[in-house]
T-cell receptor, first 110, second 113 residues
Framework: TQLLEQSPQFLSIQEGENLTVYCNSS?????LQWYRQEPGEGPVLLVT?????EVKKLKRLTFQFGDARKDSSLHITAAQPGDTGLYLC??????????FGQGTRLTINP | ETGVTQSPTHLIKTRGQQVTLRCSSQ?????VSWYQQALGQGPQFIFQ???????GRGNFPPRFSGLQFPNYSSELNVNALELDDSALYLC????????????FGDGTRLSIL
């Protein structure tokens, strides 16, 4: 059983469209992170959210942490081909352990 | 460029063999975490080392072990390799055990035949 469930697992859309990726859990996390991973590379941190209800923006990307700190969403506006990649959410449990979702593979078609 | 390097980039082993994977952390980062990422999955936490001692472990058997050295390098050792050990192994360094922020290397792709 996956502790963090991401949906959808695969998403293919046209350039210019908007999209939302979800990360859900029944567990509470002290913080939640979003990463992007490209083929042959390690995950790269995009954002960390800590406070329930927190919203952070990174250019065309908007991240939200649920009020109960159990879920999060990533919204991309006007998607571009450069946004293509594997998006991973990860929740922190305790001081050391980072629990990852299974990822959302996003493809933006020109 | 995260400043975290892993070697080798690819490795092929057979069942029952032993393997050592290496990671060079970012200078000044005294904490390293190792993850296993199976194909099509997210990374799974193996363990964390802080100041050369294991500081937390995920659900991996004892045949997965590690070492951390004072020069910011570390190793992941896996004994008695099994087919299911085929995966991308990632190390991530951070300045302290809280893991913030965590910088990942590009991983070692291990294939077990």
């Amino acid at each position: 059983t996956q502790l963090l469930e991401q949906s959808p697992q695969f998403l293919s859309i046209q350039e210019g469209e908007n999209l939302t990726v979800y990360c859900n859990s029944s567990s509470v996390f002290s913080s939640l992170q979003w990463y992007r991973q490209e083929p042959g590379e390690g995950p790269v941190l995009l954002v960390t959210v800590v406070t329930g209800g927190e919203v952070k923006k990174l250019k065309r990307l908007t991240f939200q942490f649920g009020d109960a700190r159990k879920d999060s969403s990533l919204h991309i506006t006007a998607a571009q081909p450069g946004d293509t990649g594997l998006y991973l959410c990860a929740g922190r449990q305790g001081a050391q352990k980072l629990v990852f979702g299974q990822g959302t593979r996003l493809t933006i078609n020109p | 460029e995260t400043g975290v390097t892993q070697s080798p980039t690819h490795l092929i082993k057979t069942r029952g063999q032993q393997v050592t994977l290496r990671c060079s952390s970012q200078s000044g980062h005294n904490t390293v975490s190792w993850y296993q990422q199976a194909l099509g999955q997210g990374p799974q936490f193996i363990f964390q080392y802080y100041r050369e001692e294991e500081n937390g472990r995920g659900n991996f058997p004892p045949r997965f072990s590690g070492l951390q050295f004072p020069n910011y390098s570390s190793e992941l050792n896996v004994n008695a390799l099994e087919l299911d050990d085929s995966a991308l192994y990632l190390c991530a360094s951070s300045p302290d055990p809280s893991g913030q922020p965590q910088h990942f290397g590009d991983g070692t792709r291990l294939s077990i035949l």
